[in-house]
């Protein structure tokens, strides 16, 4: 079965992303984060040999924000366009699942979404026709499917604790098999950095984020 993996990232400007991480580690600390758990990702993605791996990105993959950043060959790149996230992600799960057999969508902010744990999820996938790994957080760090409905993505207030419930509730609704894997961190906040990879940490080789 091939399964692409969608790969949701924000191109890394300081002072655009990881914004509630700044008053830790500053707009550069933060957005050189950023880009590590974008580097990260992608390399698990591609690790775990599911099938095509592709950044959507923001702003578009030909936009200078991204002049700089170095991305593995082997991805595809296509922009995640207009709309909120619900938006985005339809569009690029109906487009994928035109040519794909199942998708897992995921973001960069969890660095236990290694390989092994993609390739866990396919699987899972493979048997139920769908995934969530939820957040600690109340969202959730990976959404896989075998087919499409619009209602898993409208009408969902993103970026909050409700994410993950209401999604639930949807695939009840559609009567759709669900399974869930182990709750996850993002880092999104200063408390999540303990949960950070020390060879993540940005710009602190003795792996120290508060020296």
Same mark, same amino acid.
């Given at each position: 079965m091939s399964t692409r993996i969608l790969v949701f990232a924000k191109a890394p400007e300081a002072g655009r992303v990881k914004t509630r991480l700044i008053p830790v580690l500053g707009a550069q600390g933060a957005a050189e984060l950023a880009r590590r758990l974008l580097h990260c990702m992608l390399? @698990?993605?591609?690790?775990a040999g599911l099938g095509p791996v @592709?950044?959507?990105a923001s702003p578009a993959p030909d936009d200078a924000a991204w002049r700089g950043v170095a991305l593995p060959r082997e991805i595809v790149k296509s922009d995640q366009g207009e709309g909120d996230l619900g938006t985005r992600m339809a569009r690029a799960a109906k487009r994928a699942l035109q040519t794909d057999?199942? *998708?897992l969508l995921i973001g960069t902010d969890c660095p236990a979404l290694d390989a092994s744990r993609l !390739? !866990?999820?396919a699987k899972h996938l493979a048997? %139920?026709?769908? *995934?969530?790994h939820p957040a600690h957080d109340g969202g959730y760090v990976l959404l896989g499917l075998t087919r499409f409905d619009a209602t898993l993505f409208s009408d969902i207030e993103w970026s909050t604790a409700a994410v993950a419930a209401a999604t639930r509730a949807r695939f009840a609704a559609l009567a759709w098999p669900? %399974? @869930?894997g182990e709750?996850? %961190?993002d880092i999104d906040e200063p408390v999540d950095l303990a949960h950070l990879p020390d060879s993540l940490a940005p710009g602190h080789q003795n792996g120290s984020l508060l020296r």
């Open positions: 390399a @698990e993605a591609l690790a @592709e950044l959507c057999d199942a *998708v !390739r !866990r999820a048997l %139920h026709g769908a *995934v969530m669900l %399974h @869930e709750t996850l %961190h």
